[in-house]
């Protein structure tokens, strides 16, 4: 069974950086597409970019372009998201996903999600 877990979560001041992970167990991340998404209070879930198995990556939303990217660390079965210049309409919580596909967009397995606060 394959279960996503994302950290790196928490309260950061605008202009921050903070790098998310996603870890797998039940599946070799490296092998599929892993994607990135938010959903913050009073809105519906919306999706920020994802990683295909050739290394390719998809922004959705071009508010993050900028300042997000999206990485593997094969060793260690996690993929991360870099959010650099932080503000405060980033807060949200944040989730990973995959559907045990080779390309984007991912849409099967969640993670539980990790909070981000960006506030002064």
């Known amino acids: 069974q394959v279960q996503l877990v994302e950290s790196g979560g928490g309260l950061v001041q605008p202009g921050g950086s903070l790098r998310l992970s996603c870890t797998g167990s039940?599946?070799?991340?490296?092998?599929?597409?892993v994607g990135w998404f938010r959903q913050a209070p009073g809105k519906e879930r919306e999706a920020l970019l994802c990683?295909?198995?050739?290394?390719?990556?998809?922004y959705y939303l071009d508010s993050v372009k900028e300042r997000f990217t999206i990485f593997r660390d094969g060793a260690k079965n996690t993929v991360y998201l870099q959010m650099n210049s932080l503000k405060p309409e980033d807060t949200a919580v944040y989730y990973c996903?995959?559907?045990?596909?080779?390309?984007?967009?991912?849409?099967?397995?969640w993670g539980q999600g990790t909070q981000v606060t960006v506030s002064s």
């Open positions: 996903a995959t559907d045990l596909s080779y390309s984007c967009p991912v849409n099967d397995y």
């Open positions: 039940g599946a070799t991340l490296d092998y599929y597409a």
């Open positions: 990683i295909s198995i050739r290394e390719r990556r998809e």
